[in-house]
T-cell receptor, first 114, second 115 residues
Framework: GENVEQHPSTLSVQEGDSAVIKCTYS??????FPWYKQELGKRPQLIID?????GEKKDQRIAVTLNKTAKHFSLHITETQPEDSAVYFC?????????????FGTGTRLTVIP | DAGVIQSPRHEVTEMGQEVTLRCKPI?????LFWYRQTMMRGLELLIY????????DSGMPEDRFSAKMPNASFSTLKIQPSEPRDSAVYFC?????????????FGEGSRLTVL
């Protein structure tokens, strides 16, 4: 099955600085790579995703890059704000007949210091 | 739509007791997933259904765990008998289409504590 590794496990940045989280995956057939944000005590929520037919996608202060050859993808958050503090999970899909399921990385706890 | 609805939100039980967690997916979604979240292991996929049919239950830890989806609007995850190591947050999630990878919508989770 798919194996997703995520680094770092914790990340602290000063408000206004950038944050980068990196993930690798094992299954070359994976074609969908979402990122979820989970605030303390809340549910994971999708913040951005990328499909294998593009190399980069941006949404305001958030961007994701994908390198299919190397099987890694990254989340970039610019101009970080205290409300960006949360746990971020990357994921990759594994398509099987009948459904797409997601395998998640172990998460990165981001702390933005005011 | 109210989103994915899970119950109970919190459950405290004693070792050996049966636990049943419930989930109502978003109307019209074809796929339903059960995940378990712990500090040590993160988000683990337990089982998922497509059009009410279980597709892959290889993530279910052992025979004490079972899941059903009797219709498109309801699923249960049962643990019998429960053990302290089952303590975790259990998330149910649903997605729109089985054949096209897309967003998973998570419920609020059920926090289970087994004493």
């Amino acid at each position: 099955g798919e194996n997703v590794e995520q680094h770092p496990s914790t990340l602290s940045v000063q408000e206004g600085d950038s944050a980068v989280i990196k993930c690798t995956y094992s299954d070359s057939a994976s074609n969908y790579f979402p990122w979820y944000k989970q605030e303390l005590g809340k549910r994971p929520q999708l913040i951005i995703d990328i499909r294998s037919n593009v190399g980069e996608k941006k949404d305001q202060r958030i961007a994701v890059t994908l390198n299919k050859t190397a099987k890694h993808f990254s989340l970039h958050i610019t101009e970080t704000q205290p409300e960006d503090s949360a746990v971020y999970f990357c994921a990759a899909n594994q398509f099987k007949t009948g459904a797409n399921n997601l395998f998640f990385g172990t998460g990165t706890r981001l702390t933005v210091i005011p | 739509d109210a989103g994915v609805i899970q119950s109970p939100r919190h459950e405290v039980t004693e070792m050996g007791q049966e636990v049943t967690l419930r989930c109502k997916p978003i109307s019209g979604h074809n796929s339903l997933f059960w995940y378990r979240q712990t500090m040590m292991r993160g988000l683990e996929l337990l089982i998922y259904f497509n059009n009410n049919v279980p597709i892959d239950d290889s993530g279910m830890p052992e025979d004490r765990f079972s899941a059903k989806m009797p219709n498109a609007s309801f699923s249960t995850l049962k643990i019998q008998p429960s053990e302290p190591r089952d303590s975790a947050v259990y998330f149910c999630a649903s997605s729109l289409a089985a054949s096209w990878a897309g967003e998973l919508f998570f419920g609020e989770g059920s926090r289970l504590t087994v004493l």
